[in-house]
């Protein structure tokens, strides 16, 4: 069946469906700040208001431990027609540093054909186009070529615990037979593509004592340990300053080596150290040896220092000693690797390395997700790759990425359910950083490509 109807009505809606994603974008939903829940709650309700005024049956607020899922679905497709099953998440990472933003992050603005605000690329604006290519559908032929069931959550960017607790207990409802993972993107914003593969993650943050208070530097320095000076040695000695190898005993002894076959499918793709040296504005790269920029950033594990301060951070000088000292770290982890197992190994490693006159505490832990990869041979991505190719022109590119989405593992295991990671963000978008942004090309073409994609699916 032709799809001129649905795009003519996504055309015709254009400014409708923009301000509507302003309105979406303008909600706060920052999970990590406790002062935000009120706003969590107003981006729920908003989502599950928009899906019953788009057509979706069964809306509700499924109630977790944390923040609420917001669920919603379709499901008078022809028979044996598959069922999909949608995933976003509404929340938002803190916009913080403020002065760092050219518009207010919550204040959402277009200029140079891009849409600035904070979670417009991660994850609300992926999100709010399969929203409209389902809207689409129901529009213009008043049904869809397949079923379709939403799950939307509030806690990708803090946790993972309480999404995995509500798919288990809801197996039965969000059954389906292949998933659409909104929260992934291109290989480079010319280069449409799919992810097959994600890094787990697991963090710790930890403290260092020396001593009952800070104390006077004159009075007291080169008698008593410092405890930034400890907490300096103790992080140093986390990777060899050679190349960045982690140090910690048995970090690698789980991790799957790479094929030769997929080094020679990586060394295909159109990356060029180069360009990447100079738009992130780095002057050299820095990895383990032995391994490409892309080996080490899609199948080796990392361990990175997220976080450390101490002392006196205020204007001038303080003269003192300090007596504590701070640290976040977290780790990125790749096939076969145990997130739990890995912070056994670095709370090891560290309370074996403390300095002399320094008292570890371990103050938080996040052991956040497993690593996943996904099939790269199959029906679903397939489909998902041809619209992709007819829609933007260009032949996509399948490749993996070394964030995290906890999702996709979760429901591979719980719900044994494929993926397909078709998003529409590209890597220079400043997710998690200042002046995030998406571009409008992605913001037209996305539902276009989303709406192909099921008609395909929908005729298999």
């Known amino acids: 069946m032709s799809l001129e109807s649905v795009d003519s009505y996504l055309a015709e809606m254009r400014s409708q469906h923009l301000a509507s994603l302003m ?24 989502l599950k208001e928009h899906l019953e005024e788009i057509g979706a049956e069964h809306v509700q607020l499924l109630r977790t431990g944390g923040n609420p899922v917001v669920y919603g679905d379709w499901l008078h497709a022809h028979e044996g027609a598959p069922t999909v099953l949608v995933y976003g998440h509404y929340d938002v990472q803190p916009a913080e540093p403020l002065e ?27 999100l709010y186009l399969y929203l409209k290519a389902f809207e689409a559908f129901l529009a213009t032929r008043n049904s869809l070529p397949l079923n379709v069931k939403f799950l939307l ?24 037979d292949v998933a659409a993972v909104s929260d992934a993107g291109f290989f480079e914003a010319d280069v449409p593509g799919l992810t097959t593969g994600l890094r787990g993650m697991a963090a710790l943050n930890f403290s260092l004592r020396t001593a009952n208070t800070d ?6 320095g080169g008698t008593v340990p410092n405890a930034l000076h400890a907490m300096a040695a103790l992080v140093s000695g986390l990777h060899s300053p050679e ?15 790479i094929s030769a076959s997929l080094r020679d499918a990586w060394a295909l793709l159109p990356f060029d150290p180069a360009n990447y ?104 991505l397939d489909s998902a790759l041809s619209a992709l190719r007819v829609v933007y022109g260009k032949e996509p ?54 709406a192909r994609w099921w008609e395909d699916l929908g005729s298999r």
Not at 35 to 43: G, L, S, V
Not at 117 to 124: E, F, I, M, P
Not at 157 to 172: F, G, I
């Open 23 to 46: 309105d979406l974008l303008r909600i706060p939903s920052v999970s990590a700040d406790e002062e935000r829940r009120d706003d969590i709650e107003t981006c729920a309700a908003w």
């Open 100 to 126: 760092l933003w050219d518009s207010p992050p919550f204040e959402p603005s277009i200029r140079n054909d891009r849409i600035y605000a904070r979670g417009v690329s991660d994850n609300k604006g992926q």
């Open 153 to 176: 959550e509030g806690e990708e960017e803090l946790r993972a615990d309480h999404l995995l607790q509500l798919v288990t207990e809801q197996s039965a409802l969000l059954a389906a």
């Open 215 to 220: 104390l006077h530097s004159g009075g007291f």
């Open 243 to 257: 190349d960045g190898t982690v140090l910690v005993d048995g970090f690698y002894d789980d991790v799957k080596p």
């Open 277 to 380: 040296t100079s738009d992130i504005g780095v002057s050299v790269l820095f990895g383990e040896s032995g391994y490409s920029p892309l080996e080490r950033l899609w199948a080796r594990p990392t361990l990175e220092v997220c976080g450390l301060w101490g002392g006196y951070q205020g204007a001038g000088v303080k003269t003192i000693v300090p007596c504590e000292a701070h640290a976040k770290i977290s780790c990125r982890l790749v096939p076969d690797q145990d997130p739990y197992r890995v912070l056994d190994l670095v709370r090891k490693h560290l309370m074996q390395n403390v300095p002399p006159g320094a008292r570890l505490t371990f103050d938080y832990e996040l052991p956040g997700c497993y690593p996943v990869v996904t099939p790269t041979d199959s029906p679903a």
């Open 397 to 450: 590119v399948i490749f993996r990425n070394g964030a995290s989405v906890p999702v996709v593992e979760i429901i591979q295991r719980v719900l044994k359910l494929e993926s397909v990671l078709l998003g529409f963000s590209c890597p220079d978008e400043s997710f998690h950083a200042p002046n995030e942004f998406m571009r409008l090309e992605n913001f037209d073409k996305g539902p276009r490509t989303i």
